[in-house]
C-alpha cells in the first residue's frame, strides 16, 4: 500500500510541473510579445520612413540637375534601410528562441503524455482485477482491526478518485501540447515571411547603394561648382549667427535700461518675470518631447560639426539642423512663446526668433510670415511658409535651439518619432 502511495506523490509533482511549465510559458509568451509588439512597431515606423523619404527624391528628381540634396537623402534612406534589416534581424532572433522554447516545452509534454499513459494503463489494469465488490470486501475485511480497515477503506476512495484526475491530466496535457504545436507552426510561418522579407530589404539595400555611388560619382564632376556654393553657404551661416546675435544682445540690453531706470544692478542675463519662468520651466521639462517645426520631414544635416557628405576632408559646422520636407510645408511652433524677431536675410530668405523664458528658438529658410513682433503663439502654430529651392528641388527648413547664447543640439529636444 505505500507503494501506491509513493507513486501517488509522485502523479501529484507531475501534476504540479505540467502546470508550472505551462503558466512559466504564459508569463514568457507575455515577454516575448511585449518584445514583438516593439519590434513590429519599429518596423512600420521605419517602412513609413522609407516611404516619405522615397517622397522626396521624387520631388528632387524632377529636376533634371543632380543636387547635393540628393546624395544626402539617399544617405538617410541607405541608413534607415539598414536599421530596418537589422530589426527584422532581431525579430527573427526573438522567433528562433520562442521556436526552441516550443520544441523543449512539445519535447517534455510529451515525454510527460508518455508517463502518464504509461501509469494510467497500469492503474486500470489494477483496477480490472480488483473490479468486484468481493475482491474490495476482502481487502478490507483482511485488517488486523478496526482503524486498519477504515485506512483501507479511505485508500481504496482516494485511489478510484485519483485514477479520475489521472485521466483529467491526460486530456489536459494533450490539450497543452496541441496548443503548443499550433503555436510552433505559426512561428515557424512568421519565420519563413520575415526570412523573405529580409532578403528582398537586402535587395533593395544594394540597389540604394548602386544609385548612391552613381550619384556621388555624377557630383563630384561638379566639385568646383559645390565648393563655390558651401563657402557662400559658410558666409550666410555667420551672418545669420551674428543677426541671432544682436536680437539676443537687444533684448539684454532692453533688460539693463529698465534695470536702469529702476535703479536696479544692471543683469548679465535675460531677466525673467514669473510669468516667463514657469514657461522657461515647462519648455525644460518638456526635453525629448517637443514637436517638430514641421509635420513631416528628414534630418538633412544634424548639429554640430561633421563631415562634408561628399568631400570628407571639408568639415560643416551646423548650429542647428536642416530638416528636408515636402514642397509647401510650413513652420510651426515647437512652443508657445512670443514672436521677438523677424529678419529678412538676403539670399537666405527670413528668419523669426521666438523666446520661451530663457530658451529661443530660431526657425529660417522662410518664404512668408504669418505672425508678426510681439504676437504670443501657441505649441504648433503655423508662423511661415518655407522657402522652395528650385536648383536642388528642395525645401529645407533651418531650425536652431538657444538658452540664453548657449547653443543646443535641437535634436535632443524633439519627439523622437514625429
Known amino acids: ?38 519590434l513590429e512597431n519599429k518596423k512600420k515606423q521605419l517602412q513609413n520612413e522609407i516611404k516619405y523619404t522615397n517622397e522626396l527624391l521624387d520631388e528632387t528628381k524632377k529636376n533634371k540637375r543632380l543636387s547635393l540634396n540628393q546624395l544626402v537623402t ?46 494510467y494503463a497500469k492503474m486500470i489494469y489494477y483496477a480490472y482485477k480488483n473490479q468486484n465488490a468481493y475482491s474490495r470486501l476482502m481487502f478490507i475485511f483482511a485488517s488486523n482491526d478496526f482503524q486498519q480497515a477504515f485506512m483501507r477503506l479511505k485508500y481504496l476512495q482516494q485511489y478510484s478518485d485519483y485514477r479520475h484526475k489521472q485521466a483529467e491530466l491526460i486530456t489536459q496535457t494533450k490539450a497543452i501540447l496541441n496548443q503548443k504545436i499550433q503555436d510552433l507552426e505559426a ?39 559645390l565648393k563655390k556654393d558651401l563657402k557662400k553657404k559658410k558666409a550666410d551661416a555667420e551672418k545669420f549667427q551674428q543677426a541671432i546675435l544682436q536680437v539676443i544682445q537687444k533684448e539684454l540690453e532692453k ?91 538676403p539670399g537666405s530668405g527670413k528668419f523669426i526668433l521666438i523666446r520661451h523664458g530663457e530658451f529661443l528658438t530660431i526657425y529660417s529658410n522662410l518664404k512668408e510670415i504669418y505672425v508678426k513682433v510681439g504676437d504670443k503663439v501657441k505649441t504648433k502654430q503655423q508662423i511661415a511658409s518655407i522657402v522652395f529651392d528650385e536648383e536642388g528641388s528642395n525645401t529645407v527648413l533651418h531650425f536652431e535651439l538657444w538658452k540664453g547664447q548657449i547653443k543646443f543640439n535641437p535634436e535632443d529636444w524633439l519627439f523622437k518619432n514625429n
Not at 1 to 24: D, G, P, R
Not at 87 to 115: F, G, M
Not at 216 to 221: I, K, N
Request: hydrophobic residues 35%.
Open 74 to 119: 539617399l544617405n538617410k534612406k541607405i541608413s534607415v534601410r539598414e536599421e530596418l534589416i537589422t530589426t527584422i534581424n532581431s525579430e527573427i532572433r526573438v522567433l528562433n528562441r520562442q521556436i526552441n522554447e516550443n520544441n523543449y516545452a512539445i519535447n517534455e509534454l510529451q515525454n510527460d503524455l508518455l508517463k502518464l499513459k504509461a501509469e
Open 1 to 38: 500500500m505505500s507503494k501506491l502511495f509513493t507513486k501517488k506523490n509522485n502523479k501529484c509533482l507531475s501534476f504540479i510541473v505540467i502546470w508550472c511549465l505551462a503558466l512559466l510559458n504564459t508569463s514568457n509568451s507575455f515577454a516575448q510579445k511585449q518584445s514583438k509588439e516593439y
Open 255 to 345: 533688460a539693463q535700461n529698465e534695470a536702469v531706470k529702476e535703479n536696479k544692478e544692471k543683469p548679465q542675463r535675460l531677466i525673467l518675470t514669473p510669468e516667463s519662468q514657469i514657461l522657461s520651466n515647462s519648455f525644460a521639462s518638456n526635453k525629448s518631447r517637443l514637436p517638430w517645426p514641421v509635420v513631416k520631414g528628414i534630418i538633412s544635416e544634424r548639429f554640430g560639426v561633421h563631415p562634408h557628405p561628399l568631400m570628407p576632408n571639408i568639415d560643416i559646422n551646423n548650429n542647428g539642423i536642416d530638416i528636408t520636407t515636402n514642397t509647401g510645408s510650413l513652420a510651426r511652433a515647437v512652443f508657445d512663446g512670443e514672436v521677438k524677431a523677424i529678419v529678412n536675410m
Open 187 to 225: 512561428k515557424k510561418s512568421d519565420q519563413r515571411v520575415l526570412l523573405t522579407s529580409e532578403q528582398a530589404e537586402k535587395q533593395n539595400l544594394s540597389t540604394e547603394k548602386t544609385e548612391k555611388e552613381r550619384v556621388f560619382s555624377q557630383l563630384q564632376e561638379q566639385e568646383s561648382k
